[in-house]
């Protein structure tokens, strides 16, 4: 898998690294990790006091409209144990979830898939209840 966004910074939550970095321990060689790793490597790393609310994160409820088809699709970003397609809950380590997350409302993405590119924008984020700053 291959992505570029356009101009855009990638933002992590800290807890979120700390459970991604060991989960790919976990995962070992898997494709997606490999690509997540480097992901984070690149990312600012903040605390949920410092997180935008609008940034895509683990458990976060994201829409994202595609450009080509004039779709939106709601997504819940989850860990693999805890993916459900009939519940709409993404893996992370499925291609658009390691594609979306650190990226933020109005953010759009390149991304590319076995049968050709996608574009695709983040239309909206619901951040789950721990996330957001009390």
Known sequence: MEKKILEK??????TDVSRLIQLC???GNHQY???LTEEIGKAEIVDHLELPEDVVTMHSEVEIYDIEDRESFRYVLVYPWEADADSHKISILAPIGTAIIGYKEGDEIVWKVPGGTRRLRITAVIQPSENIAK
């Open 9 to 14: 910074k990638l933002v992590l939550l800290d």
């Open 25 to 27: 321990k976990t995962y």
């Open 33 to 35: 990790c490999r690509t």
